[in-house]
């Protein structure tokens, strides 16, 4: 497996990290149609596949970059479309992480639990309807036991399902099988000194800049997948429940 990635122009960037694909989204265009043009643009490669959402990664001067992923068309060639950048190749996953920037090198931490998380759903589609299920398929995190108390506590109806670890609000709503829309996404994050609860719905993206704006923050960035755990939640199953 290999990732596209391309490295700033000009002298002065002889020594600067690599990046993915990426600039600023022009006047109406979404964060999905930006990304696509920009890989045609700086990279020459010309993506027709629908894009997984990565979320978005926060540089340390409070940046924030928003990346996807997406599989490239058969025979596809990276080459400097851009004066923007110099060289725009193909690496494997280890290769790339010595390349990238640190600040979007999680960005290959998500890619991978994507592939793993596509992986172990064709690995289900070919397994016989009558094999046995992993025992902890049935379990209930300490969690979502919590949730789930609070639900009937509240005298709110739900349904449980039961379904392998998914990443992403697609994968989600995939094996719900409902529209997008109806999914909320459960962003876990930094919010300068304190960690916070974002729910957005799942079919948008979270606007950084709107929430600083309205909140009155300066830093804002996603916890990493271990303080995600630390809370007793994993990455993907982050349910929509918070407390003040």
Known sequence: MEVLLVHPSGWYNKKAPWSIPKGLPGEGESMEQAALRETLEEAGVALDG??????????????????????????????CASWEVDRAEFFPISEARQLLHPSQQEFLDRLEQHLRHSMSKTADSETPADAGKPSNMTEESPLVQRVLALLTASGIEYKVLRHKPV??????????????????????????????????????????RAF????????????????????????????????T
């Open 50 to 79: 629908p894009l997984v959402s990565l979320e978005f990664v926060t540089y340390k001067g409070g940046k924030q970059v928003h990346g996807f992923c997406a599989p490239c068309p058969d025979g596809a060639a990276a080459c």
């Open 212 to 243: 600083k704006s309205a909140y009155g923050i300066k830093n804002l960035r996603m916890a990493a997948a271990d303080e995600v755990e630390a809370l007793g939640a994993v990455v993907g199953g982050v349910p929509p429940f918070g407390q």
């Open 167 to 208: 990443f992403t609000s697609e994968q989600a709503a995939a094996v719900r099988g409902t529209p997008l829309e109806d999914g909320a996404k459960a962003l876990i994050c930094h919010a300068d000194k304190q960690m916070v609860l974002i729910v957005v719905p799942a079919n948008l993206q979270l606007d950084t």
